[in-house]
């Protein structure tokens, strides 16, 4: 069983910059941000493998940062040069079985509650 809890969130004006926590207990093989948006289906964001390997969507690349303290437990989410359509609740998931990172919101089995992000123009 693991429990996450993401904190972070906020509103920003476009062009500006938040960083997301998520403070887990357990354990797991990989870990996700992912997000969604009103009337979207939820989206893959960024991912992070057992064995630290990354992956991220496109339209978040080069601009996101996901990153994991495991001696403190926490996965982190840097999000800079945020644009609006980066608006929507973002979720922290941990999931079980391989240890490559994804973006299949399938492949995570735990869920936090999420944290709101909103960018203004």
């Known amino acids: 069983q693991v429990q996450l809890v993401e904190s972070g969130g906020g509103s920003v004006q476009a062009g500006g910059s938040l960083r997301l926590s998520c403070a887990y207990s357990?354990?797991?093989?990989?870990m996700g941000w992912l997000r969604q948006a009103p009337g979207k289906e939820r989206e893959g964001v960024a991912g992070i493998g057992y064995s630290g390997t990354t992956i991220y969507s496109d339209s978040v690349k080069g601009r996101f940062t996901i990153s994991q303290d495991s001696a403190k437990n926490t996965l982190f989410l840097m999000m800079t040069s945020l644009k609006p359509e980066d608006t929507g609740l973002y979720y922290c998931?941990?999931?079980?079985?391989?240890?490559?990172?994804?973006?299949?919101?399938?492949?995570?089995?735990?869920w936090g509650q999420g944290t709101q992000v909103t960018v203004s123009s």
């Open positions: 357990g354990s797991s093989d990989r």
């Open positions: 998931a941990a999931g079980v079985g391989g240890n490559s990172a994804t973006l299949w919101s399938s492949r995570y089995k735990y």
